[in-house]
């Protein structure tokens, strides 16, 4: 005959047991809720910052420079370009007004555009 008692079951299924295993689940969800959250607060701050680094100041001619200085810079001919943003050492530059009713870049490469993409180091101050 197969009786068992109350005495005779372990103690590692006892309902002490059961409820432990139900704080682990409990504490498992309740970590893995607080990772994630950290995770989320961890990238919104790398985006800050990246934000932050791409309108920085940049180097040019061994003076800083910043977005709405001018530079001059060398692009089949010599002209001048307005920072409109940076981005680590590449500068985004706006084409000056030099002609009446054109707001474009000169020459053959970047010949009526009005933004180009410069090196800091490829650029000087007047």
Known sequence: MMSMSIMSIPSSIKTNNIKSQHGAIYAG?????????????????????????????????????????????????EQCGKIVKIKGSMLILQASDNDEDEDTFDGDYIGGDSRTEVRASDCWLN
């Open 29 to 77: 969800f309740f970590f893995g809720f607080n990772l994630c959250t950290v995770l989320v607060v961890v990238a919104m701050l790398v985006t800050i910052v990246t934000l932050t680094k791409e309108n920085e100041m940049a180097s040019v001619s061994n003076k800083e420079v910043k977005v709405g200085d001018w530079v001059w810079f060398k692009a089949d001919v």
